[in-house]
């Protein structure tokens, strides 16, 4: 790749905001530019007309003006096997894993279906802006293969993970404590730090997974401590109550997984809604990241999760935000963080959308340790892009008429945006959305 020119208004998060009016918080330059090297990361940032001077003559140029620029959106827990499932009608949580999604993950034992889906999950996620994701593959390793050969196939930065579950489920979808463990070895070996991958330990939730597994999630953790683990937490009435039925000599659902070794700085516990106050004090002495899915907590009726309580209390939770496919029902950032935003309503709360776009961004990459490398336009960052467009539609373009500020910009994308307002993803300095099929 040649040295590129990106010419378009910037915006980029330093901390989180703690207001509509708290400028210092980002930066944001109205006629900017980003040089990208030729290695794909941001070897400049600022003024247009200052960028240009450091670049090289004839350095090619494209001009996303009046777009805005930002850091590729980044989304935190998502399962890649469950694409066919979205929009699945069931009463709850319980039902919807046994009557639709654990009968669809049991496909992903053939490779050429699970080829198929990788493709298209990764389309998806480009074309929603979505340039870095934490996700759950099936219990096959077939599965992982898949999801992590596709990645390298379009240089994107992922985590992801072959389920360990070996109970409760349907026969096509169970492994062994020693084939959880040897095959998500494998997994590791054969896929982590290859391109931008990486592996995480990913015991599915305490349910499916006996104790015996569970001691074998903890040699992996052992073994490997600088690999991120994830599972479920607290997202469902029913579930705590079988899962501590399961585990009765745990305190609660979280003493299960920090029992075992599993609670720590890049645990990353998918929605973790109903935590008692020992729960989050728990979580937060550790340092684990409660993953908040907003449009899969509303579609099966999960509860509302109480972001702003736990990000205020005397010892913070940390926060990260997600769509949860196929729980959540879009694969779309912005839609995520609309449903988040309507839930601290339902509260009591306010989310502003400088706070917003600071979660699916730099929060989400802080959440993960690696604001150094995504989540950011900081020179040296990889060059992980989206470019949006606050009037794609009709609808839109009207609205912007009276559009003064940039909070009400961005709130706007936030509640009427989808993927018609992703003008173009880069990934690593390269323009992607472009050249995906309809």
């Given at each position: 790749m040649t040295e590129k020119l990106i010419r378009g208004r910037l915006l980029s998060f330093k901390r989180p905001p703690l207001s509509l009016t708290d400028t210092e918080s980002y930066l944001y330059e109205h006629d900017g530019a980003l040089l990208v090297s030729e290695e794909g990361r941001i070897a400049a940032v600022g003024d247009y007309a200052a960028v240009k001077a450091q670049a090289a003559d004839g350095v090619e140029e494209i001009d996303h003006r009046p777009h805005l620029i930002l850091p590729g959106f980044i989304d935190c827990h998502v399962h890649f096997p469950q694409m066919q499932v979205i929009a699945s009608y069931a009463a709850n949580l319980l039902e919807w894993l046994n009557t639709y999604t654990f009968p669809e993950e049991c496909r992903f034992v053939e490779s050429d279906h699970a080829n198929r889906i990788a493709t298209h999950f990764y389309d998806e996620l480009l074309r929603h802006g979505t340039t870095t994701a934490v996700a759950y593959c099936s219990v096959h390793k077939t599965s992982a293969d898949a999801f992590f050969a596709e990645a390298m196939n379009r240089g994107m930065c992922m985590i992801g993970g072959k389920v360990m579950m070996d109970r409760h489920a349907p026969q096509g979808l169970l492994d062994t404590p020693e084939?959880?463990?040897?095959?998500?070895?494998?997994?590791?070996?054969?896929?982590?730090?290859?391109?931008?991958?990486?592996?995480?330990i990913t015991p599915r939730f305490a349910i499916t997974s006996t104790p015996a597994q569970m001691k074998a999630a903890q040699a992996l953790a052992q073994e490997f401590p600088d690999l991120f683990i994830q599972t479920h937490l607290s997202e469902n009435h029913d579930e705590i109550k079988f899962t501590c039925e399961l585990y009765p000599e745990a305190t609660d659902y979280t003493d299960i997984y920090a029992c075992y070794g599993l609670l720590g700085k890049k645990t990353l516990l998918g929605h973790a809604i109903h935590l008692s106050e020992r729960e989050a004090d728990a979580i937060a002495e550790a340092g684990a990241i409660?993953?908040?899915?907003p449009t899969s907590n509303l579609f099966l009726g999960s509860g509302l999760f109480p972001m702003k309580s736990l990000m205020r209390r005397e010892k913070p939770v940390r926060v990260a935000v997600a769509t949860d496919i196929g729980g959540g029902s879009s694969y779309s950032m912005l839609r995520t963080m609309d449903e988040a935003y309507k839930i601290q309503q339902l509260l009591g709360e306010r989310l502003n959308p400088l706070e917003s776009f600071y979660l699916m961004t730099r929060g989400n990459a802080e959440a993960l340790s690696m604001q150094d490398e995504i989540g950011t336009l900081d020179a040296g960052s990889v060059a992980d892009l989206v470019v949006l467009n606050a009037a794609p539609t009709p609808a839109m373009k009207l609205r912007m008429e009276t559009v003064r500020t940039l909070p009400e910009e961005l709130f706007l994308m936030q509640t009427m945006g989808d993927d018609r307002a992703i003008v173009e993803t880069y990934v690593s300095g390269r323009p992607m959305k472009a050249s995906l099929q309809a």
């Open positions: 084939m959880g463990y040897d095959e998500t070895r494998q997994v590791i070996s054969d896929w982590h730090g290859k391109g931008r991958n990486h592996v995480a409660a993953v908040h899915c």
